[in-house]
């Protein structure tokens, strides 16, 4: 496709009162430009150069993204100055210009813009909204823009257009190059306006084409907290809603939070109070919550999760874990296990089988099939220096309140008793009890 975007994201945003450029902010786990370079690339643009100012530069290429600096804020105008000055002339190429504050952009809307720009068209995208408001004006000329009229220029009369200027635009790149160079700053603000640049079109017998949004709230820009927290919430309902068509049941949208690029299997059930981030993959069939909080996670088929934290781990099919427990740490359970009430599970692997079902640590240890780890099992990995493994055979029952001082070994089939403190390896089949344990006659 021979269509590139400029991105503006150089403006100060001061009213967000934070030291963190405002395009990084974050709603649903990832920053706002995160959402409005996806749209880009799902309306199929691949070349994206973003206007950034000192602070944020570094932070936009770190994620990969060629940028231009705009040392100074001289308007929307000034920045895609900047901008072309930057990119070397394609003169069949189409210029999608947009900005970086607004998450909720579909690429869909991207798309349509883009498609009036291949018909070498100047288009825009306007939207229908309750006044007041501070967006520019749409002046029309029947079907086609005449001007844009930024609000503080306004007279009377154009404050009462309900037709407004979401920002996002499509120019043939030559025309925009000649058009761009003519923009003035004698307006209220003293800044070069881009929305001048359609009333340049306009007299040049090139009126741009508006493209309408039927959903304004997509293209309401965040420019204060209270804004991001709603574009959160209504990003959160969109995501949630492409999981329930997709076979999810979610029995409350707006307490569970989700962040993009999650997979979640069909008929999995998610309870409210629920958190899933971070790329983490839930199966079919699972029970997610209520209150469960999963980050980067692998979760197998047929899971039951309830009220517990799953941080970097992975649960086999068939486990059921919580109320109450932490499994964290690169914890693998690798199915049909069972970690109950107030377990935490840091750094250890359990075979098929294992399970822990109340009241326990385990740190830094293997657990063989079918093993059963009893009430208040502690696994003492740390000698105040340094972590030491702990290795439990197939088939072991560990007693009640059982501490293995690690690094220690215990064979298939082995037995503790209630209370008993293990200071020694334990051989396949042994039977011991006591503090220190000690073989059982
Ligand atoms: C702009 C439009 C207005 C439209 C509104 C939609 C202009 C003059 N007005 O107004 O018609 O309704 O967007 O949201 O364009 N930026 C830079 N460099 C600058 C100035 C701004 O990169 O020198 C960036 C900002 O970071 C932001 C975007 O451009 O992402 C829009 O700038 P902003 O100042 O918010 O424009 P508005 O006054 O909202
Ligand atoms: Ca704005």
């Known amino acids: 496709m021979n269509a590139r975007a400029i991105l503006l994201a150089a403006g100060k945003g001061t009213r967000m009162k934070s030291a963190r450029p405002k395009v990084l902010h974050e709603l649903c786990g990832r920053p706002m430009l995160w959402y409005a370079i996806a749209a880009l690339r799902d309306a199929g643009i691949e070349e994206i150069v973003v206007v950034t100012n000192e602070e944020l530069d570094s932070h936009v290429r770190a994620m990969g993204i060629r940028t231009v600096i705009q040392s100074e804020q001289r308007g929307t105008g000034h920045a895609v100055q900047v901008a072309l000055a930057a990119l070397e002339p394609r003169r069949e190429a189409r210029i999608l210009v947009t900005n970086g504050d607004m998450p909720l952009v579909r690429a869909q809307t991207l798309a349509r813009v883009l498609a009036a720009g291949d018909r070498g068209e100047v288009a825009l995208v306007t939207a229908r909204m309750p006044l007041p408001s501070n967006f520019g004006r749409v002046v029309r000329f029947g079907h086609h823009v005449a001007r844009i009229v930024e609000v503080r220029d306004a007279s009377e009369s154009e404050r009462a257009i309900e037709e407004m200027n979401a920002g996002i635009y499509a120019f043939p790149e030559s025309h925009l190059r000649e058009v761009i160079a003519r923009l003035r700053n004698d307006n209220a603000q003293g ?251």
């Open 191 to 441: 800044e070069y306006y881009l929305t001048d640049a359609i009333a340049l079109f306009a007299e040049s017998n090139r009126p741009a084409s508006p493209v309408v949004s039927e959903d304004y709230e997509e293209v309401l820009g965040v420019n204060d907290r209270s804004d991001l927290a709603r574009a959160r919430a209504a990003m959160n309902r969109r995501i949630c809603e492409q999981h329930m068509l997709a076979g999810v049941t979610i029995i409350d949208p707006a307490t569970t939070y989700l962040e993009p690029e999650l997979t979640i299997g069909a008929d999995t059930v998610i309870y409210p109070g629920t958190t899933i981030s971070l790329l983490s993959s839930i199966g079919a069939r699972c029970a997610i919550g209520p209150h469960a909080r999963i980050s980067d996670a692998r979760i197998g088929d047929d899971v039951t999760v309830r009220e517990s934290v799953i941080v970097e781990s992975e649960i086999g099919a068939g486990s059921t874990v919580g109320p109450f427990a932490h499994v964290r740490g690169h914890a693998v359970l690798v199915g049909e296990n069972r970690v109950g009430n107030f377990v935490e599970i840091k750094n250890s692997r359990y075979e098929r089988g294992a399970k822990s079902a109340h009241l326990s640590y385990l740190g830094d240890a293997e657990i063989g099939e079918e093993s059963n780890i009893g009430a208040g099992t502690i696994t003492c990995n740390y000698d105040g220096k340094k972590k030491h493994r702990t290795k439990i055979g197939r088939d072991v029952s560990i007693g009640s309140n059982t501490s293995i001082v690690a690094p220690r070994t215990i064979g298939d089939g082995a037995l503790t008793g209630a209370g008993s403190v293990v200071t020694k390896d334990i051989e396949p089949g042994g039977r011991v009890a006591g503090n220190p344990a000690r073989p059982l006659p």
